[in-house]
């Protein structure tokens, strides 16, 4: 199982270090298995998958409740791996995490995919108190899982993602939305200078559309991808649409083997 810096990641196109790193960063109560295989696989690029702090098969069990707390750990996994730089894809709380790495380390990322997520992440009041309690725990779970998914969305991918996110230690979860609650980029957004692309679905309900599209009239140069009657979880209700938007970015991003890990 490949580990760096007590976190597990796994790792698709091998460790040729003439294609471009892209790091995927998942969300609040998430794992590697949060992004679709199209999205995990995506051709040209290495592809690493982490399972950040306490989700998946991590080994660090702490529960991080600060952004910065999780940029810390990916900062040491880049170490680990001895990866100078990379493109950093986060989906909700991953994004948040991608945006800070961004504005505190821009010498680590050549670019910045940013799905489902926001300069804020205010969580609901209802869902920290259901999160706060091992007795309410599985409530909690059913309320991100009706939340994430738009009405069309396959019954069984709706179970699936129940059951994955049911895995997760409460006091994780509940690390990750005190985490997500108080981020606030909202006045440094316009200092990212690297290369941005944003994607949301028209259906998103814990992050809604106007999210992102503050993102993409702020951050300079960034540009927007919309996908229609999908919801927060667009990585897996429509994930050839979301595989195909990073791909058109990646295509876009100057890489340099040999000056680059």
């Given at each position: 199982m490949?580990?760096?810096?007590e976190?597990?990641y796994?790792l698709?196109?091998?460790?040729?270090?003439?294609t471009?790193?892209?790091?995927?960063?998942?969300?609040?109560g998430?794992?590697?298995?949060?992004?679709?295989a199209?999205i995990?696989?995506?051709k040209?690029?290495?592809?690493y998958?982490?399972?950040?702090?306490?989700?998946?098969?991590?080994?660090?069990?702490?529960a991080?409740?600060?952004?910065?707390?999780?940029?810390?750990k990916?900062?040491?996994?880049?170490?680990?791996?001895?990866m100078?730089?990379a493109?950093?894809?986060?989906h909700?709380m991953g994004?948040?995490?991608?945006?800070?790495?961004?504005?505190?380390?821009?010498?680590?990322?050549?670019?910045l995919?940013?799905?489902s997520?926001?300069?804020?992440l205010r969580?609901?009041?209802?869902l920290?108190?259901?999160s706060?309690?091992?007795?309410?725990?599985?409530?909690?779970v059913d309320?991100?899982v009706?939340h994430s998914?738009?009405?069309?969305?396959?019954?069984r991918?709706?179970e699936m993602?129940?059951?994955?996110?049911a895995?997760?230690?409460p006091?994780?979860l509940q690390?990750d939305l005190?985490a997500?609650?108080?981020?606030?980029?909202k006045?440094?957004?316009v200092?990212?200078k690297c290369?941005?692309?944003?994607?949301?679905g028209?259906?998103?309900?814990l992050t809604?559309?106007?999210?992102?599209?503050f993102?993409?009239?702020?951050?300079?140069?960034?540009r927007?991808?919309i996908?229609?009657n999908?919801?927060?979880?667009?990585?897996?209700e429509?994930?050839?649409e979301?595989?195909?938007a990073?791909?058109s970015?990646l295509d876009?991003?100057?890489y340099?083997?040999g000056?680059?890990a």
């Amino acid at each position: 199982m490949p580990v760096a810096a007590e976190l597990y990641y796994s790792l698709y196109q091998g460790t040729d270090n003439d294609t471009l790193p892209v790091v995927l960063l998942h969300g609040a109560g998430g794992s590697h298995l949060s992004w679709a295989a199209e999205i995990r696989r995506l051709k040209g690029s290495r592809i690493y998958t982490l399972d950040l702090p306490g989700h998946g098969k991590s080994g660090a069990v702490d529960a991080q409740q600060t952004i910065a707390g999780f940029v810390k750990k990916v900062i040491e996994w880049l170490a680990g791996m001895r990866m100078n730089r990379a493109v950093f894809v986060g989906h909700s709380m991953g994004g948040a995490i991608a945006l800070e790495m961004g504005i505190h380390y821009p010498e680590k990322v050549l670019g910045l995919g940013l799905i489902s997520t926001g300069v804020r992440l205010r969580v609901a009041p209802e869902l920290l108190e259901l999160s706060a309690s091992p007795a309410t725990f599985y409530k909690a779970v059913d309320y991100l899982v009706v939340h994430s998914f738009s009405p069309q969305a396959p019954v069984r991918l709706k179970e699936m993602a129940t059951q994955r996110m049911a895995e997760t230690r409460p006091s994780v979860l509940q690390g990750d939305l005190m985490a997500c609650t108080n981020f606030d980029i909202k006045d440094r957004a316009v200092s990212l200078k690297c290369p941005v692309v944003v994607i949301c679905g028209t259906q998103d309900q814990l992050t809604p559309l106007r999210y992102s599209q503050f993102m993409a009239d702020t951050i300079p140069g960034a540009r927007l991808h919309i996908i229609p009657n999908a919801g927060h979880m667009v990585i897996l209700e429509r994930p050839l649409e979301v595989a195909a938007a990073l791909g058109s970015f990646l295509d876009t991003i100057v890489y340099n083997p040999g000056k680059e890990a």
